[in-house]
């Protein structure tokens, strides 16, 4: 069945946020903040080790850098376009209506716990690569994968940061669901070097958004340096 992956991925979410839900009325507060850091520690080496697989390779026992001008060009450029739409506070507006809409407005964690949980799930070549594989053949396995992490992650995240995570459900089937739909068109787009500065600068914003979780006075805004991915698929086409 075509789509099942994004349904099992969403489901997932779901659940590993009612699960941390459940966590986080029975710890405490600064066992809470301890687990928010720790979740942010994993997410950095997640994105530090996600930059380092495209960025490093091995050659005659060598290792060698490479993807350093696509990198800064491709954040530079994307951040400039996020700055003028001001993706960020846009992604925040959302937010704020989903707070009020859901019943949760005294909830002050519920923002910042959506756009955060958000930008971890959505970002990565995880969510391309699999959708693309569900909407031509009904192969979910990438997504099925995807699943599992998404679940043990929202999980922590909720127990720190609240019922806001678990709405990150609603970009990950928005995304993974028009992907998956348009699956045929966005196919030829996605060759293995676009696939791979996808990887690549996708996982430098997850590393961001660690940043955002392990330093409290630290406020990345990642939301306006998404359009720095398109960059980056656009330059897998340059001469």
Known sequence: MIGLGTVINVGGIILGG???LFCGKIITSP???TLLKANGICVLFLGLAGTLEQMITVQNNRLLG???MMMILSLSIGSLIGEWINLDHRMEQFGQWLKQKTGNAKDRLFVDGFVTASLTVCIGAMAIVGSIQDGLTGNYSTLLTKAILDLIIICVMTASMGKGCIFSALPVALLQGS???LAKSIEPIM???ALSNLSFVGNMLIFCVGINLVFEHTRIKVANMLP????AIAWAFLP
Do not use: E, N, P, R
């Open 18 to 20: 009612l699960i941390g």
């Open 31 to 33: 066992i809470q903040d």
């Open 66 to 68: 490479g993807g350093t």
């Open 179 to 181: 992907v998956t739909l």
């Open 191 to 193: 060759t293995d070097m």
């Open 228 to 231: 720095s991915i398109f960059i």
